[in-house]
């Protein structure tokens, strides 16, 4: 897969209870060529299986909140994971808890990791990078939901200028000079002119961005955050019908979603977390186009390519 | 349905990490009119609604030993049931520590049910009622695996005598004793005759039973307490092929499941528990059969009527 594509795969898009055809939170983003697991529901292990995502890819496991439709099937593949025999570490990012959760199982079932297990346990209700390598970083975006909960933004940073190979082999520039002028730096030839480095390179390939955000309120303080993000995806399990039910669940209506989207002046906007109550997924964009125009939903088993 | 009949219907059968399109452990045994819920793995709550099992009949889960493959969906099933707004109690049956596992997940998801929920804790290590009324026990079946396992024997008990009308009629035999004659009592008549209770009643419907072993190695001192049971479920997670693997594993071939029935004198046997690495399912029948004839394979969504 190309580097300069980011694809996400949603494995389920339901609130509460899964239906008989309809899985809860779990979604896979291919960033860079990473693996991303965001959320487990129940069933996890079998869509990624059933999308024929290769289970020793995934490296971290990002958990928004404790509630189960958003991590009741993590045991479920931790334990798979040791049957496959993985040895490569995995680490999970969640909600402090997720780990005597989890450590409490792996006990009780005496089954224990085939595979070092490591943990990230978050509490801060700021803005905090919890990953960060050479080509991206995943930042928390703190959420407003019945319990402690977080979002995801993962970035990817802005990589070296491009050499424009035949003007530097015109020019004679040597090869030594090279990963320098990829970082931005001039070159100075033998007879003492200064090559600006605009003349010699391209510009980068533009740096994606995805902002996961479920569960949560219509929250505007996470604007200036994902604020021009390639991809936002908002939770919005009601429609207006139902907008008296956000504030006592945590939740968000398909026009709140579209308002956040059009005020961060996202590029995309997904919207998911849907309530099994609805029959047509299509009234949540019909509801969220009079705020922001390029939406889409989400829909079990679905890649979107950005 | 009649009180007759006993259905079981197999939402999972298969052991270890669910496939694609195979689930693991999980089944409803219809009995007396009581829905029983045996084991829960991971999309029990899905195979419920796939089979259309009403959520509210559930009173009773037993669970039989606390691997991953048979009681990673519980959390699911209890969550959903508050969902649902339930308000009839449901009893847990498991081994120690399961009470633990879900009040730690209850906690930290700040979701609390919306019935009483009750936990019957298992660490007998011989037979043990764990259930019992009227109509039924429910029996624990120590079993061989690598951790504490327990199979469960659902019998019947023997109903009333079944009153014969027209002789009671006949003989003018008045209605006061009626209740006493199908308790298995004589008669004496004014004139001083004594008539014997089996002259005026019929045998009652025989008790059936049914009894659910699995995860097990092959063990033969669980026979005394299975004889002649209606229905053997025998788990059979190995073929030959793989009978090395049974001692370390803590599981069964089929044949070694076909020799307990036939010790046993069991009716029918139904091979479960398959370890997903088989193709062809029907070589199990073919393992089986020179031990034990009346022999059927455990099949996901399938419901047998005994």
Chains 1, 2 share one sequence.
Do not use: W
């Amino acid at each position: 897969m190309s580097t300069h594509q980011l694809h996400l795969t949603i494995l389920g898009c339901y609130a509460g209870a899964p239906g008989a055809y309809k899985n809860t939170t779990s979604q896979v983003l291919n960033i860079r060529n990473h693996l991303f697991l965001i959320d487990c529901g129940e069933g996890t292990q079998v869509a990624l299986r059933r999308n024929k995502i290769k289970f020793s890819s995934i490296h971290h496991i990002f958990i928004s909140h404790l509630h189960g439709d958003h991590f009741f099937g993590l045991m479920g593949v931790i334990n798979t994971f040791s049957l496959l025999k993985r040895t490569k570490p995995l680490t999970i990012y969640g909600p402090v808890g997720i780990k005597e959760i989890v450590l409490l199982q792996l006990k009780l079932t005496e089954t224990y990791t085939s595979y070092p297990l490591h943990f990230s346990e978050l509490d801060s209700k700021t803005p905090t990078v919890i990953f960060e390598n050479d080509k991206l970083t995943v930042t928390t975006i703190p959420l407003k939901h019945r319990i402690y909960a977080n979002g995801f933004l993962f970035q990817e940073k802005i990589g070296e200028r491009k050499l424009d190979i035949n003007t530097c082999l015109n020019l004679e520039i040597d090869k030594v000079y090279y990963s320098k002028i990829k970082q931005g730096g001039d070159v100075t030839l033998d007879n003492g002119t200064v090559i600006k480095n605009s003349e010699i390179t391209f510009d980068p390939a533009p740096a994606k961005s995805y902002a996961f955000c479920s569960d949560t309120r219509y929250k505007e303080s996470i604007i200036p955050q994902i604020k021009g993000v390639t991809v936002l995806y908002h939770e919005s399990t009601f429609l207006e019908s139902h907008a008296h039910l956000c504030k006592p669940t945590g939740h968000s209506t398909a026009a709140q979603a579209a308002q956040i989207a059009s005020k961060a002046a996202v590029e995309h906007l997904i919207l998911g977390h849907f309530s099994t109550r609805y029959g047509d997924l299509s009234l949540f964009i019909k509801e969220a186009a009079p705020y922001f125009k390029n939406v889409d939903i989400a829909e079990d088993g679905k890649t979107f390519v950005f």
